[in-house]
T-cell receptor
């Protein structure tokens, strides 16, 4: 069956370090991969989108990679800050004809000051 | 530009009742999707509407239904509520269906508690 797994339920890092979150998938051939941030009691907020033919995308302190051979995406936050503490979700869109997203389980990131 | 608006924010219902949740997408967005979020199952896709037509449906029982109006506003309905329907229901709007611009804008959600 189709499955998306994010590396861990929780990740604790020190302020200023780089946080690396992992998203692995099986039995998919996603067309697009997206990363969202979700704070408690709020809806997810879009961060980055990367297509299957793109290896890397950057936006300010954020970087996402997409390896279709390893069936994995890595999400990096450099120079992390306590304000980056949240749950981060990866999501796939299987084709370009739908907005249906299949979400991973999420990783709760805690950045310690 | 106003964001996605979901009403109500909180609801408490009794088993067996039915409930209707509302979603107003961002102005100009014609695609609306609904998701259910629970601690055990995470975010799961319910349905997607574009120009009043259901384009996709997730793996949920027929008690879950939805519709979209000509102004792109959407409603979802859950009949014969069960305790397991307690969840955060999220609505997401997008400018169009598919393509490279598939960024989804989520509302704050409706927290439904079934007792």
């Amino acid at each position: 069956s189709q499955k998306i797994e994010q590396n861990s339920e929780a990740l604790n890092i020190q302020e200023g370090k780089t946080a690396t979150l992992t998203c692995n998938y099986t039995n998919y051939s996603p067309a697009y991969l997206q990363w969202y941030r979700q704070d408690p009691g709020r809806g997810p907020v879009f961060l980055l989108l990367i297509r299957e033919n793109e290896k890397e995308k950057r936006k300010e302190r954020l970087k996402v990679t997409f390896d279709t051979t390893l069936k994995q995406s890595l999400f990096h936050i450099t120079a992390s800050q306590p304000a980056d503490s949240a749950t981060y979700l990866c999501a796939f869109s299987l084709n370009g004809a739908t907005n249906k997203l299949i979400f991973g389980t999420g990783t709760l990131l805690a950045v310690q000051p | 530009k106003a964001g996605v608006t979901q009403t109500p924010r909180y609801l408490i219902k009794t088993r067996g009742q039915q409930v209707t949740l509302s979603c107003s997408p961002i102005s100009g967005h014609r695609s609306v999707s609904w998701y259910q979020q629970t601690p055990g199952q995470g975010l799961q896709f319910l349905f997607e509407y574009f120009s009043e037509t259901q384009r996709n449906k997730g793996n949920f029982p027929g008690r879950f239904s939805g519709r979209q109006f000509s102004n792109s506003r959407s409603e979802m309905n859950v009949s014969t509520l069960e305790l397991g329907d307690s969840a955060l229901y999220l609505c997401a709007s997008s400018f169009r269906t598919g393509g490279s611009n598939t960024e989804a804008f989520f509302g704050q959600g409706t927290r439904l508690t079934v007792v």
